[in-house]
């Protein structure tokens, strides 16, 4: 256990820094003219060449790479070419923003969709599992965007129930913004329901088809033992994977949702930035993402070490 | 009798398949009374795991109880109710499995597994439910029960599985019934020696009806009273266990027990011809008689009915009486027919290849000095990926095949002989030493090596189902080797293919099939004729008759001996199974651990002396005899895990350890008179008085 | 060589018209155990046959604006209606049928192709190769999918192919992967250690005995990859991103539809339903593969 603690601690660094890498890599492609994004078109030579040096444009791609790398490391994240404003308290604000959506869309959506998986899956091939399945199948078919402006027509526009922008003032207490976070996680939350429902439905259905549950029943034991003891165990575990896995869905789907509610999350900031050809908050914005999705997968992986006795144990 | 616990009642159970109902068992009628073990023995589609699902009242979601009945007790267990059934599982009724790895739940402590099924039916309280459970895992002879209880399933070995599963079977104090579904097949000779002891020893203390499931006739041999043999569904023969083994009347059973190798038996085995007929295609009249060499009109056209012949003996043959007086010679008529089939192969065009034949004429094919193979990681690189530790899996072994000749490996699981000759092969890394086929040296992976390295020597797998590529034609899969190694055109290759099958007694028109339409047997030939395929001089056969039912592995075996005289090939038979080796080896060499302790010529192999590991294996060996005494040399369960022991490596479990010699000092040689080598402390002289008076 | 190609050649012939029998059958069973699947399927080729031959069939010109016909509602002469500028809603939904079967289509099959032959490549010769895409894949998959996207189409400039690009390299990684675990399966079967002791090349094992086991899984795995790949095409559609105007795209429909809900809610519905019916479609026939793939494997 502790050999594969170590080893899997290692590869998050590992992948990180790799991912940095073409993260920056990509970056650097950009064909763009990041002086005159700075200073404007009309900028001399000279002012240009300043600029240069500055920004440390002209050093080689790896010195540029262990620079950026090394300020990013520190906490220093330079400075947004389009709004002239520190990166980092930026990026972490917009970032608090999502993943308080991220975690209410989680929160209302996991409980209800295991348990909804879990019902469809014992009841393999009844009533019940075959509308969860069909249901399921078609609200999976539904992009974030088609979703989020179903729910604003629906919700707020006819019935005036909530808001339909979920802007929030920076000062507004949770009790305010509120209302206005209820849609976009919602939006969020009804795909993941589906995903997660669908999956652990399968894991389910595959557990129970497994010869120990067999001996189980053979013992006697009421069919609540089984499901409860025996099969639920061994049918939940793979689900803490896909509660990671989901995060990472959400980081890419909120982009959308962001969009569709104007919501000041992350994921509309990286697409003005990317607008803007805004480079350092590009990089800021994407690393830090990258970083909450491998910290969900790092401790997601760890999390299903430590239940499973099979790895804990060996 | 008195009542019988058990009583089954012309029971047809049926199955349905893509929209049709199909008879899985057909009139089936037994009856088992308390402290009696009646053995069910059947081969693959016998139907014996339907029957099982139906005592145990636990059909699968496609099966139905045509007719019939079981009562258990008295009571009616069809009609049971589901909570009836509750009551009973568990309590009265339970079952040891075949698989215990995938009966456990993995995520369960083995204690835990136990103490719920006491809880539930003796209402004790948690602790009390504990301890009942850590007595019983003391009771199945398992080392430390505390410590037992404490861990998960993955956590103990295969033997110690059972165990803990056959504790749970007999942990409710009302058991009454006990179904035994071929505990022992999983497990390796010794460990289910030990494990056939036990069943011995506990029925006395349990006194409960017990039904013994088994493919295995030496099994059968040793713990039944009774036996019914099952074919297709049908109970063929229903008799005293003696009376079966000494004057079978069924012709299938007669048939079945001249299949099974026996030790120091030479006598040719009966192959049963044809196929074990599937669900679908049950035959109308008698089910056996497409196969039975003494089948008439009558048995085609009429199903037998189930005669009794003699008190407490049951057929289900028409000509019955016919093979009683002997007027009927079946083993006779059997043999006349194989000779008949063997004749009308005719190898023409194989026979002109062979005349340039580049196996020359050594006397040695293959020659390997000192092999040693490593498994694992090496260094850190490897550690930190999370690979395994390295051990050494063929520790010098050292080998000689000559040309034409059978050397027989034999070894269990674990003990390095696959390995070894993997390694020969080059589908695993020599770490050391030196092995040559016909002067040419083995060395680096297949694609590393010449095709004339490669075309000399072939190999045959043990799993047929995984031996040919699923998605190809049995024609597509033998021309390879042909244009590949032999550098046939594809014309050539054709032809050569299909004169391969008839070689083998498969009809031609098989190389348009997929091996999905193939049975187990076919494959395993299909798999010989492409090991033929490029003339080698060698063939690694590696346990190529475990996995086939009974009367298939007689056809095989069979097969490879003729072969090996049509061809001068040499064999290098793998096998666990010391009387399939005997069968058909020259030459027996035993491992252990990764090191030869034995080696010698067949014909004197199986008197003493023996190393005692081959002891061992001969003592655990079920012989298809009632009447053979039990041997009692019992190994301790299971090799340990952990590092190699010191000395020699058998010590820890030697059943004729000597003392400190035998920790410190690695075993030298010993040869005794005839010619055999054995590695041991215990001169020859000695070890051989020591290993004769117990036979007396 | 020459006697390879003869043998392939012979090969696929045999081996399709002995599949056929068994192929006729397992429809059948999966029309009895999932009709839905089928009909997705059906679905499936329907859209398809629409991007392909549609064009031809519709009257308007999906990017010719006409004031006079602004903002009707859904009528025998405009079945889906017109948009604020006019335009013929069911031939712009048409058109842009076209451009994402297109692009999506182009992009998923060699994103499979590629993911294939590297997953076949470095699953059969594993060591430190393996390892090697192992951790590139992780690094690779370690990247949300849209983020990339909006990353590369700033780099690389807002075009389709750019968007191309980046599904292929979203995509690779993950075929790759898949392939790679049915790789690792196949390769322990003794039919593969004795083609390699019978001398076969590699090039004979990966494509003539391994990648016949892989199909099966590969062909699920395609079906999924494109239905997430439409989302991807109609997300970025959605945010103006990756469209070449005026082309009509599906998410950008989408997204001008917004403003004008009120006075023409046939606007935002069409485009809609298509996306979810195109996706929901790929996705029961993704099922229907999958549900094809068991039925073999226990047959």
Redesign the interface.
């Known amino acids: 256990m502790i ?2 603690l170590i ?1 899997r601690v ?2 998050f660094g ?3 820094l ?2 940095s890498l ?2 920056f890599a ?2 650097r ?3 763009g003219d990041v002086e005159s994004a700075v200073l404007g078109r009309g900028a001399e030579p000279a002012a240009r060449a300043a600029l240069r040096e500055e920004l440390g444009l002209d050093l080689p791609f790896l010195a540029q790479y262990a620079n950026w790398l090394s300020g990013f490391l520190r906490g220093d994240w330079g400075n947004s070419y389009a709004l002239k404003l520190p990166i980092r308290p930026l990026v972490m604000e917009r970032l608090g923003n999502s993943l308080r959506l991220a975690l209410i869309a989680m929160l209302v959506a996991i409980p209800p969709s295991v348990l909804l998986g879990l019902l469809a899956g014992l009841n393999e091939g009844k009533p019940f599992d075959t509308a969860f399945s ?1 249901i399921s ?2 609200l ?7 979703m989020g ?2 729910l604003i ?1 629906v919700v707020a ?1 006819e019935w005036k129930l909530l808001p339909s922008s979920a802007s929030v003032p920076p000062d507004a207490s949770f009790g305010e913004a509120l209302p206005r976070l209820i849609l976009p996680s919602l939006t969020a939350a009804a795909v993941l329901l589906a995903y997660i429902g669908r999956l652990t439905r399968v894991g389910v259905i595959a557990e129970m088809r ?3 549950v ?9 069919w609540r ?1 089984v499901v409860f ?2 099969v639920l ?2 049918a939940l ?1 793979p689900t803490i994977t896909v509660i990671a896995i989901s995060l ?2 959400l ?3 909120l ?2 949702i962001e ?1 569709v509610f104007a919501y000041p999350g992350l994921g509309r900031l ?2 003005f ?3 803007q ?1 805004d480079l350092p908050l ?1 990089l800021g914005g ?1 690393m830090i ?2 970083t909450v ?2 910290l969900a ?1 790092l401790v997601a992986d760890l999390l299903y070490a430590a239940l ?3 790895i804990r ?2 | 009798m008195e009542t019988p616990i058990l009583s089954i009642d012309n029971l047809t159970v049926v199955y349905r398949l893509q929209g049709v109902w199909r008879e899985a068992i057909r009139e089936v009628s037994l009856r088992v009374a308390a402290a009696q073990t009646y053995g069910i023995v059947g081969e693959s589609g016998s139907g014996k795991s339907t029957l099982v699902q139906a005592v ?1 009242g ?1 059909l699968s979601a496609n099966g139905a109880v045509q007719q019939g009945s079981i009562y258990i007790e008295g009571e009616d267990w069809l009609r049971a109710t589901h909570r009836r ?7 009265r009724l ?2 040891v ?1 075949q ?1 215990p790895l ?7 402590t083995i204690g835990e597994q136990i103490a ?2 006491v809880r ?2 003796v209402r004790l309280s948690r602790k009390a439910a504990h301890e009942r459970a850590i007595e019983m895992l003391r009771r199945v002879k398992l080392p430390d029960p505390e410590s037992i209880a404490r861990r ?1 399933p ?2 103990i070995s295969g033997g110690q599985q059972q165990r803990a ?1 056959i504790a ?1 079977a007999l942990a409710s104090p009302e058991l009454r019934l006990l179904v035994l579904d071929e505990p022992t097949t999983s497990l390796d000779v010794t460990t289910e020696a030990a494990i056939l002891d036990l069943f011995a020893e506990l029925q006395a203390d349990h006194r409960a009806a017990t039904i013994f499931v088994t493919h295995n006739l030496g099994v059968v041999a040793r713990m039944c009273q009774r036996v019914a043999v099952l074919y297709a569904g049908e109970v063929m023969e229903d008799a005293p266990t003696e009376t079966l083994y000494s004057a079978a009347l069924h012709p299938y059973t007669r048939l079945l027990l001249r299949a099974v190798p026996r030790i120091g038996d030479s006598t040719p085995l009966q192959a049963i011809a044809g196929r074990i007929p599937s669900l679908r295609q049950r035959p109308s009249g008698c089910v056996f008689a497409p196969r039975c060499p003494i089948a008439t009109d009558l048995c085609h056209a009429h199903k037998p009915p189930q005669e009794r012949a003699e008190e407490g003996h049951l057929v289900r043959c028409h000509h019955w009486r016919a093979v009683a007086d002997g007027s009927l010679r079946v083993e006779e008529a059997s043999s006349a027919l194989r000779r008949r089939e063997m004749q009308s192969a005719e190898i023409s065009f194989f026979e002109q290849l062979l005349s340039d034949n580049q196996n020359g004429a050594q006397a040695t094919v293959m020659r390997a000095e000192h092999v040693r193979v490593r498994y694992g990681a090496r260094g850190l690189l490897g550690r ?3 690979k395994k530790p390295p051990f050494r899996a063929v520790d010098d072994v050292s080998m000689r095949v000559p040309r034409g000749k059978t050397l027989g490996l034999v070894g269990e699981s674990g003990s390095g002989k696959t390995t070894f000759a993997r390694s020969l092969i080059g589908l695993v890394e020599i770490e050391s030493g030196e092995a040559h086929l016909l002067d040419m040296p083995l060395r680096g992976t297949p694609r590393q090596r010449a095709k004339a390295t490669l075309k000399a020597m072939q190999m045959i797998f043990q799993h047929p189902e995984e031996s040919l590529n699923p998605y190809r034609t049995v024609g597509q899969t033998l021309r390879r080797p042909l244009m590949t190694l032999s550098g046939m055109s594809r014309v050539e290759a054709d032809r050569a293919a299909a004169e391969l099958l008839r070689a083998v007694n498969l009809p031609a028109d098989y190389l348009s099939r997929f091996p999905s339409e193939l049975s187990g047997g076919e494959k395993q030939r299909v798999a010989i004729a492409r090991a033929f395929a490029a003339q080698p001089a060698l063939i690694l056969c590696d346990e190529p008759v475990s996995s086939l039912d009974v009367s298939v592995q007689a056809s095989i075996l069979n097969l490879l001996a003729q072969l090996q005289a049509q061809y001068d090939v040499a064999y290098l038979f793998i096998s666990h199974d010391l009387a399939v080796v005997g069968y058909l080896a020259d030459y027996i060499a035993v491992i252990y651990r990764g090191q030869l302790v034995e080696r010698g010529r067949a014909e004197s192999f199986f008197t003493p002396p023996h190393h005692p590991y081959t002891e061992a294996l001969l003592a655990s060996l079920p012989l298809p005899d009632p009447r053979a005494r039990v041997r009692r040399i019992r190994l301790p369960d299971d090799q340990p895990s952990g590092g190699v022991p010191s000395g020699c490596r058998f010590h820890p479990r030697c059943p004729r350890y000597l003392g400190e010699v035998c920790r410190t000092q690695a075993p030298p040689w010993q040869r005794d008179s005839q010619g055999r080598y054995y590695r041991c402390h215990i001169p020859p002289a000695e070890l051989a008085a020591l290993q004769a008076e117990r036979e007396g | 060589m020459r006697a390879d190609a003869q043998l392939s050649k012979g090969d696929l012939i045999l081996t399709l018209r002995l599949s056929l029998l068994r192929r006729r059958r397992a429809l059948r069973r999966l029309w009895q155990d999932a009709p ?1 699947s089928v009909l997705g399927g059906i679905g499936v080729i329907g859209f398809l046959l629409l991007a392909l031959i549609g064009p031809y069939l519709t009257p308007y010109n999906p990017i010719a604006n006409s004031f006079a016909d602004r903002n009707q509602a859904p009528s025998l002469a405009h079945p889906f209606g017109t948009d604020n500028f006019g335009r013929d809603i069911l031939s712009r939904i048409i058109y842009g049928g076209r451009n994402i079967f297109a692009l999506t289509g182009s992009a998923t099959l060699i994103a499979v192709g590629l993911g294939t032959v590297i997953g076949l490549y470095v699953g059969y010769v594993g060591s430190w190769l393996d390892q090697i895409a192992m ?2 894949t ?3 998959l ?6 990339l996207t ?8 807002n075009s389709r192919f750019t968007v191309l690009l980046a599904i292929v390299i979203l995509y690779v990684p993950i075929v790759t992967r898949v392939v790679r675990s049915v790789v690792l399966d196949v390769k322990t079967k003794a039919y593969i250690e004795a083609a390699e002791i019978g001398g076969e090349s590699r090039f004979h094992i990966l494509f003539r005995e391994i990648l016949p086991a892989v199909l099966p899984t590969l062909a699920v795995e395609g079906a999924l990859r494109f ?1 997430y790949a439409i ?1 991807l095409v ?2 970025l559609g ?2 103006g991103l990756g469209v070449a105007r005026p082309e009509p795209d599906w ?1 950008l429909m ?2 001008e539809a ?1 403003d004008w ?1 009120a006075l023409s809610p046939h606007m ?1 519905f069409f485009p ?1 339903a298509a ?2 019916a195109l ?2 479609c790929v ?2 026939m993704a ?1 229907g593969l999958r549900r094809l793939l068991e039925y073999s494997e226990t047959d």
């Open positions: 050999g594969y080893r290692l590869f590992l992948t990180l790799l991912t073409l993260i990509a970056v492609l950009l064909p069909l199948l078609i999976v078919g539904i992009p974030e965007f088609v402006i179903i027509n526009l497994r010869t120990y067999r001996t189980a029943v053979l013992k006697g034991l009421s033992q003891k025996h165990r061994n575990l990472g869905w980081i890419s789907g982009v959308v969009q990286m697409v930035a990317i607008q050809r590009i994407v993402a990258v999705f491998a997968n499973n006795p099979r144990l060996s | 145990m636990y059934r509750q009551q009973i599982w568990g309590a339970s079952m499995p698989d995938s009966a456990l739940n993995p995520a369960l719920e099924l539930r039916h998960y993955h956590q599963l749970m930190l990926l999370g | 839905l951790r590139l992780d690094a690779l370690a990247l949300p999918s849209l983020l909006l990353v590369l189409l700033g780099a690389l400039g239905s989302f109609a997300s959605f945010l998410g989408v997204s917004r809900y935002l809609s996306i979810v996706v929901v996705n029961l099922d």
